[in-house]
T-cell receptor, first 109, second 115 residues
Framework: AQRVTQPEKLLSVFKGAPVELKCNYSYSGSPELFWYVQYSRQRLQLLLRHISRESIKGFTADLNKGETSFHLKKPFAQEEDSAMYYCALRNTGGFKTIFGAGTRLFVKA | NAGVTQTPKFQVLKTGQSMTLQCAQD?????MSWYRQDPGMGLRLIHYSVGAGITDQGEVPNGYNVSRSTTEDFPLRLLSAAPSQTSVYFC??????????????FGPGTRLTVL
């Protein structure tokens, strides 16, 4: 069965510190993976997707098929990064997206 | 463009009541979906649609009905509300069928409480 696991409910770091939000998945095929973010009082929005290999707002995520992980990283956290982050998986060629439970990131001044 | 709109923002129901959550988008998107968000469980897909007249079930469809008579609208109906349906409901749309789960645009959500 498809599953997305985000082991940390809450992650608290100081401004300027590196941050890593963990995401592990189980899927038998070749998945497409995404990170979505929800800032306070804003809508859920796409942050980045593995297929694009992009860096958005200083965040990157590398798909590790051997470890079935898609961790989100940023070398220097900023206060405005405080938000709820969701890792998500889509079955290739399908229309269903599976979300993890989410990690709340709190960046302290 | 208003994007994805949802009404109402808040709703309180009694057990057994029925209601419809409205979702509309003005971006001419083919794909639309409904999720519920519960603490500690993330977002779970209820139903989705790949175009007018076409709908399918997601992870947690029981207790909910949908229809897609137009491209713009995708209402979610609760037939007989139960306390377990207390949640925040999000509607989302996406422009492309081949990238259906890629760059989904979310609505602001409806917070539903069932007493």
């Amino acid at each position: 069965a498809q599953r997305v696991t985000q082991p940390e409910k809450l992650l608290s770091v100081f401004k300027g510190a590196p941050v890593e939000l963990k995401c592990n998945y189980s899927y038998s095929g070749s998945p497409e993976l995404f990170w979505y973010v929800q800032y306070s009082r804003q809508r859920l929005q796409l942050l980045l997707r593995h297929i694009s290999r992009e860096s958005i707002k200083g965040f990157t995520a590398d798909l590790n098929k051997g470890e079935t992980s898609f961790h989100l990283k940023k070398p220097f956290a900023q206060e405005e990064d405080s938000a709820m982050y969701y890792c998500a998986l889509r079955n290739t060629g399908g229309f269903k997206t599976i979300f993890g439970a989410g990690t709340r990131l709190f960046v302290k001044a | 463009n208003a994007g994805v709109t949802q009404t109402p923002k808040f709703q309180v129901l009694k057990t057994g009541q029925s209601m419809t959550l409205q979702c509309a988008q003005d971006m001419n998107h083919e794909y639309m979906s409904w999720y519920r968000q519960d603490p500690g469980m993330g977002l779970r897909l209820i139903h989705y649609s790949v175009g007018a007249g076409i709908t399918d079930q997601g992870e947690v469809p029981n207790g909910y009905n949908v229809s897609r008579s137009t491209t713009e609208d995708f209402p979610l109906r609760l037939l007989s509300a139960a306390p377990s349906q207390t949640s925040v409901y999000f509607c989302a749309s996406s422009p492309s069928l081949t990238l259906a789960a890629d760059t989904q645009y979310f609505g602001p959500g409806t917070r539903l409480t069932v007493l």
